[in-house]
């Protein structure tokens, strides 16, 4: 056997890529492999019945699918459940009233360190209120957590979440709080996170004014994802040198109003912003933001924004409410844009403004701007358009965006001699763009985007009256279909062209 595969690390990254069955077979194929193969069948479990089934069959049954335990644990069961649940590093827990025996079964370990010592990440879906049998899951989630838990992602009622509280978990670095349906108080969030100052990534709902006074005081908090609501204060402020180690950031709102807030009230070094409106027709707000951006945001820092509206509204009329990305222009190290509206019209570009947008932000890597719903305009971008697109952005490997693909009775736009094509790109969305002429379309993108594979259209609401949608979607399909085609006819071309070549001068 390679002496590589006496170490038990390279052992642990074979293993991982192997399924349930190949790892039963190696961890009986040799003492070597015994060890790490049981560590990786037992490194992450859907709940505990594959534990339990290690236990003597006296102990436990199966009726109707369900696991049953006969009585408590003896000494020596409990030996045998720990040699199995020291290996456990992810658990995830889901609440059956059914199971309230068999966490009662396990609430008088000899030592808690029979208890998944090594236990990091927990995953617990839990949407009851009260209920018999829930207090013992939670006693048996208490002696779980005495141990240094790092991740822990809840799906939980209100009530749930209480619970959770109670039990301490002052180690974790990154927590995840869902609700369903409906949605956890802002007070109860509050409760949950306010001890937790080891966090290094949250993402929850409401959180309170005071809960955002705890936040901004974590000093290892690097990403947040949090939910205001509309009492947020105008004149929210907090102490100098907040949110010192904060990288990525995330706002939820109804309106503009909680999110400008809450950028006024400190000075951001941050990587990624992101917020997400799920409300309101509100364009002068909008304006408002994205002046806003430049004077709390780091320029240097920030490569990332991503602004969204989820909920359709009256349309912005583009005349009297003009959407203009050109605030946004002193962050000159832009990675990633992504406007993604329902019922707003994005900005209005054209060629000449693609270019304005391209010149200022020449290492984007992702660009989308894509409008989900209301009512539908001609892109003003061309294909042309595209092709200063990419010769100001060489490194572009996503791309969303509306292109006026309509090709009249004239001839129709020459293809680039010039080395600007993009070889990232293998899928585009053209979002709501207009189509006539595949193959014209296809052999110039050919020459643009080479390696273009799959492209998708008209995926929102949009409401076009200046067309077939169906059509549309159809013709760009076609595209995606011809683009590999023209694309090889062109490099044969080339190798034809640079043999005949050769061939000449190799006869002078």
Not at 185 to 211: F, P, Q
Not at 284 to 294: C, E, H, I, N, Q
Not at 378 to 404: A, F, K, R, W, Y
């Amino acid at each position: 056997m390679h002496r590589c595969l006496h170490l038990e690390e390279i052992l642990q990254e074979i293993f991982k890529n192997a399924d349930y069955l190949s790892l039963t077979v190696l961890a009986r194929t040799c003492r070597l492999f015994y060890e790490p193969a049981l560590n990786a069948i037992y490194w992450d479990l859907p709940g505990l019945q594959p534990l339990i089934e290690r236990l003597p069959h006296d102990l436990w049954s199966t009726r109707s699918g369900e696991l049953v335990i006969r009585g408590p644990l003896r000494p020596n069961d409990w030996e045998v459940f720990a040699s199995y649940s020291r290996r456990v590093r992810s658990l995830r827990l889901r609440w059956f009233a059914s199971d309230a025996k068999l966490y009662r079964a396990l609430l008088s370990p000899p030592d808690p360190s029979f208890l998944l010592p090594n236990l990091r990440t927990f995953t617990w879906h839990c949407l009851s209120t009260r209920s018999a049998g829930l207090e013992d899951m939670i006693a048996f989630m208490r002696l779980l957590f005495c141990h240094n838990l790092a991740t822990a992602h809840l799906i939980v009622s209100e009530y749930a979440l209480a619970a959770f509280s109670d039990l301490g978990c002052t180690s974790l670095r990154k927590l995840v709080i869902q609700s369903h349906k409906v949605a956890i108080s802002a007070n109860v969030t509050e409760d949950a996170i306010y001890k937790l100052s080891a966090l290094r990534s949250l993402a929850c709902g409401e959180v309170s004014v005071r809960a955002l006074h705890h936040l901004a005081q974590f000093p290892l908090l690097s990403r947040l994802t949090i939910w205001l609501g509309n009492d947020i204060p105008s004149t929210l402020t907090f102490p100098r040198f907040s949110f010192s180690k904060l990288r990525y950031l995330t706002i939820n709102t109804k309106s503009i109003g909680p999110c400008l807030s809450m950028l006024k009230a400190a000075n951001w070094n941050i990587r990624c912003f992101h917020h997400r409106m799920d409300a309101g027709y509100d364009p002068a707000g909008r304006k408002v933001l994205l002046k806003l951006l430049p004077l709390q945001l780091s320029h240097e820092s920030l490569n990332c924004i991503s602004l969204q509206t989820a909920s359709p509204y009256q349309d912005d009329d583009s005349t009297t409410n003009p959407f203009s990305l050109k605030p946004l222009f002193s962050f000159k190290n832009l990675l990633i844009l992504e406007l993604n509206m329902s019922g707003a019209t994005l900005p209005e570009l054209d060629n000449d403004s693609l270019r304005q947008l391209a010149v200022s932000w020449p290492r984007l890597r992702v660009l989308i701007l894509h409008q989900n719903a209301g009512t539908y305009r001609v892109p003003q971008v061309d294909l042309t358009g595209l092709v200063i697109l990419l010769e100001h952005c060489p490194e572009l490997h996503q791309l969303v965006l509306s292109v006026n693909a309509i090709i009249d009775t004239k001839a129709p736009p020459t293809p680039p001699i010039s080395n600007s094509s993009n070889k990232l790109i293998t899928s585009i969305n053209f979002s709501n763009s207009p189509i006539t002429k595949t193959a014209e379309v296809a052999a110039f993108l050919s020459a643009i985007v080479p390696n273009l594979r799959e492209t998708s259209s008209w995926t929102g609401e949009v409401m076009c009256t200046a067309g077939s949608v169906q059509e549309y979607r159809k013709r760009w399909d076609d595209v995606a279909e011809l683009v590999p085609v023209f694309a090889e006819v062109r490099r044969q071309e080339r190798e034809a062209c640079m043999h005949s070549l050769k061939s000449e001068v190799v006869r002078k």
